[in-house]
């Protein structure tokens, strides 16, 4: 086996070979990285202008929700829905794998179990992301609730 390295890093067809191969290699660096530099850049553009709208749309339901008395409260209970879809949705496709294991192959019983399981788990996680933003919202209502009480009894012992 090492004779047959040595043979191969003495032969000039091998060198030839890794000269001709890294040069190839250099020039398609050379021509593809303007090429992903700039995806990369739309790429990130792109992120950041969905970034910047679902920061504007969450500072609008914060201050929706503290505009009006019951503005948190509901915010809390569209949190708490949304947690108990994803709860649901999970269960469901817990149950369906359940029923799926405990069927035989041999049947068709199998086969509507077998589309649902996928179904439930994406509509469970696509729950708890919305409810991850719902409770962003939560936070924030709250930070700004307690901010503005602390200004309030600032503003009170001052008087």
Known sequence: ML????????SPVFWFG?????????LISD??????????????????????????????????ALATPDGVVLAYLDWF???????????AASLCVWVFNKTTPQTY??????FLIPFFFVFSFLSFNISTTS??????????KVS????????????
């Not at 890794?18 to 250099?26: A, H, K, Q, S, V």
């Not at 019983?109 to 077998?114: A, D, H, I, Q, V």
């Open 3 to 10: 004779t047959e390295i040595a043979s191969l890093l003495a």
């Open 135 to 144: 409770n962003e919202i939560l936070r924030r209502a709250r930070v700004r």
């Open 81 to 91: 829905m949304w947690v108990l879809y994803g709860f649901s949705f999970l269960g």
């Open 31 to 64: 021509y593809l990285k303007p090429v992903v530099d700039k995806l990369l850049n739309k790429h990130s553009e792109g992120r950041r202008a969905r970034s910047a709208e679902k920061e504007r749309t969450i500072e609008a339901k914060v201050a929706a």
């Open 148 to 159: 503005a009480v602390i200004e309030d009894l600032k503003c009170r012992a001052q008087k």
């Open 109 to 114: 019983e199998r086969l509507p179990f077998s």
């Open 18 to 26: 890794t000269f001709f191969m890294g040069i190839l290699i250099n």
